[in-house]
């Protein structure tokens, strides 16, 4: 597996994330339904502030994609999004792909590195639940009975720091986290 830079010139790649985006968030509450969503999400992490990485196979299939998008001056860097293919999910391609992005805002000059975890499908302690008016006291009782994806940021070494409640309609919040990398 090698990571690069992912260029709008790479179509067919580029056609191969948009199915991942697809199949990866599909039992999900899925952001993207269509190939044209998808495709639109990758074209926009070719902005200028902005970071697009995929693992690709020795083959030269897309195996995941993570993007980075620049906040605070650069002080700052998003997470969004990280998909993998389900049929390489927990082969460690996620976590090759955190830490190149961590690598590359890093070079960049970054402290920070955050991302919005949504949890939409009652997949964590925090959803369907009135997180005022303390939302940190529900936070720190998170627990995951869903195989919500926010563990595996924390095993990459993010820590919750937040959460907007009702983010996403009633009891649907979004779990924010960050992790300092310089």
Do not use: C
Not at 73 to 95: C, F, M, R
Not at 108 to 114: D, I, S, V, Y
Request: charged share 25%; no cysteine; glycine share 10%.
């Amino acid at each position: 597996m090698r990571i690069v830079k992912l260029k709008p010139e790479d179509e067919a790649v580029i056609r191969q994330i948009a199915q991942i985006l697809i199949d990866a968030f599909a039992d999900f509450s899925p952001a993207w339904t269509t190939l044209e969503e998808a495709v639109a999400e990758i074209k926009e992490s070719f902005g200028t502030d902005r970071l697009s990485r995929v693992a690709l196979s020795d083959e030269g299939d897309a195996l995941g994609w993570i993007g980075g998008i620049e906040q605070y001056d650069g002080n700052v860097w998003e997470l969004h999004p990280l998909a993998v293919s389900p049929t390489h999910q927990g082969q460690g391609v996620g976590k090759a792909l955190v830490a190149d992005l961590e690598e590359q805002v890093r070079q960049k000059g970054a402290f920070t590195l955050w991302l919005g975890t949504d949890d939409e499908d009652n997949r964590t302690t925090l959803a369907d639940t009135d997180l005022y008016p303390n939302p940190l006291e529900h936070i720190g009782r998170i627990q995951n009975p869903g195989r919500h994806p926010y563990e595996f940021y924390q095993k990459q070494g993010f820590a919750i720091i937040g959460v907007m409640p009702d983010a996403n309609g009633p009891g649907k919040p979004d779990i924010f986290m960050a992790k300092r990398i310089r």
